[in-house]
């Protein structure tokens, strides 16, 4: 049996319903809330995040590069300036790194890469080379798991502070700053969402695409738990050294 086209609102409706499987209830970020991560899952989970955040301006200039409408250009484009900066202005990759700093990481070493381990870059991969591969819109609304950020946001602004008070103040920057941004990209998204999925085959399509994303999100502190919880990092059984690869250009 065929179903009905969902409204608008039960569309919208259906996609914040996808926040029971955002990455704030994995176990890795519950126990980063609840002070019980140690220095080094800490350092771990930032000096991996970070491959996330230098590849988001990349995803973005992919979505960009396949839309052909240019008022949509222009709004978009404010999301590669929000990370990567601008004259006067700091992005959010070099808040980013101020954040790694104040975890007491080394600046050289997180932008070297050599950190990020093979299954964060894996998802976050799949991630961009979907945004290359599909349609504008599909990959622009792959980024709505931007409904749930405020709140992963305010947990860390909240909790953090009184559970790592080692952790420098200046390193939570990023975080506020992203509050702001993070609500203001999911009006655009959500108004492109609801209004390029008209059907309910392409609105079921559409909840797939939000799942993959959320996989993705969930798939990195996969191997950051094995890593950094389990002790059971790369190659572990072999060597204790990171010898995985550091990035291969295609």
Not at 40 to 58: D, H, L, M, S, T
Not at 134 to 154: D, G, M, V
Not at 194 to 209: C, D, G, N, S, V
Not at 223 to 241: F, G, I, N, Q
Request: aromatic content about 12%; proline content about 5%; hydrophobic content about 40%.
């Amino acid at each position: 049996m065929n179903l009905p086209t969902m409204s608008p609102a039960e569309f919208e409706q259906a996609l914040r319903a996808k926040g029971e499987y955002y990455h704030i209830h994995h176990p890795f970020h519950r126990a980063m809330y609840a002070g019980q991560a140690t220095r080094e899952q800490i350092q771990g989970w930032v000096a991996n995040r970070f491959y996330y955040q230098v590849c988001i301006p990349v995803k973005d200039a992919a979505i960009m590069a396949n839309c052909p409408d240019r008022d949509t250009r222009r709004e978009w484009i404010q999301r590669i300036i929000d990370h990567d900066g601008a004259p006067g202005e700091e992005g959010g990759i070099e808040a980013w790194l101020r954040l790694a700093e104040a975890v007491g990481l080394d600046r050289e070493q997180v932008l070297s890469q050599e950190l990020v381990l093979p299954g964060v870059r894996f998802a976050v991969d799949a991630y961009v080379n979907f945004a290359r591969r599909a349609s504008w819109q599909e990959a622009a609304s792959s980024s709505l798991t931007e409904l749930f950020a405020p709140t992963i946001h305010q947990s860390r602004l909240d909790s953090w502070p009184q559970h790592y008070p080692w952790i420098d103040a200046s390193g939570y920057d990023y975080f506020r700053k992203r509050l702001k941004e993070a609500r203001r990209d999911v009006e655009h998204g959500l108004r492109i969402t609801l209004e390029h999925y008209r059907t309910r085959e392409a609105q079921e399509r559409m909840l797939e695409i939000l799942q993959f994303k959320l996989d993705v999100l969930w798939s990195m502190l996969d191997a950051m738990s094995m890593a950094y919880e389990l002790d059971r990092p790369p190659y572990h059984t072999v060597t204790r050294e990171r010898i995985w690869h550091k990035g291969i250009s295609f």
